[in-house]
């Protein structure tokens, strides 16, 4: 449920703000969930451990969602290709914060997890896509309609042609 919020959230204040919208839903849910992972490396109860990674883990799925709400503004026709690029950087994050609890004691892999979270919710306030506005400036253009992606409309005499043979 929580990554159909993130994109939920991320087209609500799409509608509102434009990109500035979605790149600020972006930029707290990351903070929310860098902060969550350090609250977490300093809890000292099992309870509360657990709820806060509960938390935590709706805030890793809603900022993924919120995530899968930028990429299409990117380059539309290639969407395809850079949400496969995204969907390969979170593993390639797993597998990184994988080999950081290998080499590194517990609590030290969550601090560093924790800041590198921080550190991309900080740098996520400074996405710049061409013809949007961002977090910090810049207005959002509009599309002429035949540049935008759309379905095309049926050709009703090739239609006809088709079906009178």
């Known amino acids: 449920f929580a990554r159909g919020l993130g994109g939920f959230a991320s087209d609500k204040f799409n509608a509102r703000m434009g990109m500035r919208g979605r790149i600020l839903v972006q930029t707290v849910f990351l903070a929310a969930e860098g902060a969550l992972v350090l609250i977490f490396a300093n809890s000292d109860s099992l309870a509360g451990a657990i709820v806060i990674m509960v938390f935590f883990s ?68 400074f996405i710049m896509i061409k013809g949007h506005s961002a977090l910090f400036c810049g207005n959002d253009e509009e599309v002429p309609k035949e540049q935008a992606l759309a379905v095309p409309e049926p050709d009703e005499e090739a239609a006809d042609e088709v079906n009178a043979e």
């Open 58 to 125: 709706v805030f890793v799925q809603a900022a993924e969602g919120s995530t899968y709400g930028i990429v299409p503004y990117v380059d539309p026709p290639s969407t395809g290709s850079i949400a496969g690029i995204v969907g390969a950087g979170g593993n390639t994050g797993a597998v990184a914060f994988g080999m950081g609890f290998r080499q590194l004691d517990y609590y030290d892999a969550f601090i560093v997890m924790g800041c590198c979270i921080l550190g991309s919710s900080v740098l996520s306030a």
